[in-house]
C-alpha cells in the first residue's frame, strides 16, 4: 500500500470518528464488589407496581392516556393482564393515587353510591366517587387468583374539613367508620390483605390537600388499633403504611416522633424527580447521571429518618411514575425509560429501601403494561428479571471508569452467588467488565490496595440478559432479550426469558454495549453475605 493509501485511510477513519454516529469505542472496566458483608436488605417483594382510580376522562396535556384501566373499569377478565401479574408469583400491587381521599366505600351505612364526575372546584378536578361493594369482590377475586400481595389506600380526608385561613390545610380527627364497614366486610370474606395505607399525598406541603404532622400521627395510631382489633392474629394481620406523599424533613420528622412503637410498618414515600410529562428534556434526563443521582439525598434522608426515629418500620417508595402527570408520551413506556427505572431500583436498594411501587401497571404513558393492548412495554421484563435474580442483601459495588456505567450487586435470589444490575447510558461506548472480589473485612482507607483481593473472570461460570431496544432505537416499545424481541406467546403467556450461559472455563468480560441494560447472575461467585447461615 503506498503512502498516498495510507493517508486515505487514515483521513477515512477519522472521519468515521467524528461523524459516524454508530461508530462504537470499548473501555475495559474492573468492578470491585465487596461480598463479605451486605449494605441494606430490601423486602422479598421489593417489586411492586400500582393500580390507580382515574376515570377515562382524566386528562393531560389534550390528551387522555388513561382510558380504561382506572380499576373501576379495568377489565379483570384480560387474559393477558392475569398472566403478566402471575409471572411475579407474586406482585406487589398498591391500589391509591391522587383521587384515594375522594372515594367512599358502599359498606355499613353508605348505601348510596355515587358515580365519580368532573367538578371544577374539586379535588384534581373530580367530584366524590365510591367502591361499590360488587367491584370489591370481582378485585378480590381477581387478586386471589393471581396471587397478589395487595395494599389498599384509604381516604384519610372523612371527618375532616378546610381549614378557613388555608383552604389547602385539612383539619378535624379522621372519621374511620366507613373504612371499618369496609375492612369487616373484609375479614368476614376472607380477603387477602397485605397493608393499609392512609391517604395520599396529603404530607409535607401537600398536592391538594394537606394534614398537620401530628394530626396524621393521631389518625394513624388509630389506624393501627382498629387493624389490631380486626385482626386479632399477628401472622396474618395487615401492615400498616403511611404516609404517601412527598418528603418534606420537618414533617416527615415531626410525624415519625409522634408515632408510637409499632404503630407504623412501612414509611412511604413519592417520587417524581422527572418533572412533567411534557418536559421536552425528558428523554435526556433520563440518560442522565448526574441528574439521576440527584434524587440520592432524599432516599438517604428517608432512610435515615425511619432509622433514628422508627427503627421497627421499614421504608418505601410507594408510588413512582418518574414523569408526573401520567408520564411523557414518547418516554416513558419505551426502552430509554428503562435507564431511569432500573436506576432507581438499584439506588433505592442501597439506601435500605423495601419496596418499590411503580406508577402503573396499567394507565397512563408510564406504565408496565400498554394502556389499550395490555401488551409488556420495556420496563416489565426490567421488572421482572429483577424479582426473579435480585435476591434481598445488597452489596457494595464501584468502579472507576465512565459515571454513565450504573452498577449494582445483590445476593443471587436463588443460589449462594450474586447477581449484577450493569446500565449502559453511552450512546457509543462498550465497557468490558471484568470482576474483582474484594474480601477486605476492613474500610479501604486502613488497607494497601490490592490486598485481599481476587480477579476471578477466569472461573466464573455466568448466566448474561443483555436487554437492548429493537432496531437501536431507544424509543421503540419492543425489548430485545439477548437478541431476541420479548412477545406473548400465541396463548398470551409472558415468553421465557432465557440467559445466554458463559462458561467457566471463559476468561472473557462481560460484554456490555451501547444503550443496554444487564442483569448477570453468578453462582459460584464467594461472597459470605451470600451464604446460608451458619447455625
Not at 473501555?27 to 464488589?33: A, G, I, Q, S, Y
Not at 395487615?238 to 410525624?255: I, N, R, T
Not at 426502552?335 to 423495601?354: P, R
Not at 470482576?435 to 476492613?442: A, C, E, Q, R, T
Request: aromatic share 10%; proline share 5%; charged share 20%.
Amino acid at each position: 500500500m503506498g503512502v498516498n493509501q495510507y493517508v486515505k485511510v487514515a483521513l477515512f477513519l477519522s472521519l468515521l470518528v467524528l461523524f459516524c454516529p454508530s461508530f462504537s469505542s470499548s473501555e475495559d472496566v474492573k468492578l470491585k464488589v465487596k461480598g463479605v458483608t451486605n449494605i441494606a436488605t430490601t423486602d422479598e417483594n421489593f417489586i411492586c407496581a400500582t393500580l390507580d382510580w382515574w376515570p377515562s376522562n382524566k386528562c393531560d396535556y389534550n390528551q387522555c392516556p388513561w382510558g380504561k384501566a382506572g380499576i373501576l373499569n379495568l377489565d379483570l377478565n384480560n387474559t393477558i393482564l392475569s398472566n403478566a401479574i402471575k409471572a411475579f408469583n407474586p406482585l406487589r400491587i398498591r391500589l391509591g393515587g391522587s383521587l384515594q381521599d375522594q372515594i367512599i366505600y358502599q359498606f355499613g351505612k353508605q348505601k348510596h353510591c355515587p358515580t365519580m364526575r368532573k367538578k371544577d372546584n374539586g379535588l384534581f378536578g373530580f367530584s366524590v366517587g365510591c367502591l361499590p361493594r360488587k367491584r370489591w369482590d370481582e378485585m378480590n377475586h381477581f387478586l386471589n387468583k393471581t396471587g397478589v400481595k395487595f395494599t389498599f389506600g384509604l381516604n384519610a380526608l372523612v371527618g375532616k374539613k378546610n381549614s378557613k385561613e388555608d383552604q389547602l390545610n385539612w383539619k378535624g380527627d379522621w372519621n374511620p367508620n366507613n373504612a371499618i364497614s369496609l375492612m369487616k366486610y373484609t375479614v368476614s370474606k376472607g380477603y387477602n390483605i397485605d397493608s393499609y395505607e392512609l391517604g395520599n399525598e396529603l404530607c409535607s406541603e401537600g398536592v391538594s390537600a394537606r394534614i398537620d404532622s401530628v394530626q396524621y400521627a393521631k389518625d394513624i395510631t388509630k389506624l393501627r388499633h382498629i387493624i389490631n382489633s380486626l385482626y386479632p392474629n399477628a401472622t396474618t394481620r395487615p401492615k400498616v403504611l403511611g404516609p404517601a406523599g412527598f418528603y418534606g424533613k420537618e414533617w416527615f420528622d415531626s410525624f415519625l416522633q409522634h408515632v408510637g412503637p409499632g404503630v407504623i410498618d412501612g414509611v412511604t414515600h413519592h417520587i417524581y424527580n422527572l418533572g412533567a410529562g411534557v418536559d421536552r428534556d425528558l428523554i435526556s434526563k433520563v440518560q442522565d447521571p448526574y441528574f439521576l443521582s440527584k434524587i440520592a439525598q432524599t432516599f438517604k434522608d428517608v432512610s435515615t429518618a425511619v432509622k433514628d426515629f422508627t427503627p421497627w418500620a421499614g421504608a418505601w417508595v410507594g408510588e413512582s411514575g418518574g414523569a408526573y402527570n401520567s408520564g411523557g408520551k414518547d418516554v416513558s413506556h419505551t426502552f430509554v425509560n428503562g435507564f431511569w427505572y432500573l436506576d432507581q431500583l438499584g439506588m433505592t436498594s442501597t439506601f435500605n429501601h423495601k419496596v418499590y411501587c411503580r406508577q402503573a401497571l396499567i394507565g397512563g404513558n408510564y406504565a408496565l403494561l400498554n394502556t389499550t393492548s395490555f401488551i409488556p412495554n420495556p420496563d416489565y421484563y426490567g421488572a421482572l428479571l429483577w424479582h426473579r435474580l435480585m435476591g434481598t442483601n445488597v452489596l457494595s459495588i464501584s468502579h472507576d471508569s465512565s459515571p454513565y456505567l450504573r452498577t449494582y450487586a445483590h445476593c443471587s435470589k436463588q443460589g449462594n452467588g450474586i447477581t449484577l444490575l450493569l446500565i449502559n447510558m453511552e450512546n457509543s461506548t462498550s465497557f468490558d467488565v471484568s470482576l474483582v472480589n474484594d474480601m477486605n473485612l476492613y474500610p479501604e482507607e486502613l488497607v494497601s490496595e490490592g490486598i485481599n483481593t481476587v480477579n476471578l473472570m477466569d472461573s466464573l461460570k455466568r448466566e448474561e440478559y443483555h436487554l437492548t431496544p429493537k432496531d437501536g432505537n431507544i424509543q421503540s416499545d419492543v425489548v430485545l432479550l439477548n437478541g431476541t424481541p420479548l412477545e406473548l406467546t400465541k396463548s398470551k403467556e409472558i415468553p421465557e426469558l432465557k440467559p445466554k450461559i458463559v462458561d467457566a472455563s471463559s476468561s472473557s468480560p462481560i460484554k456490555v454495549v451501547p444503550h443496554s441494560i444487564v442483569f448477570v447472575q453468578i453462582n459460584n461467585f464467594n461472597a459470605p453475605a451470600c451464604a446460608p447461615p451458619t447455625k
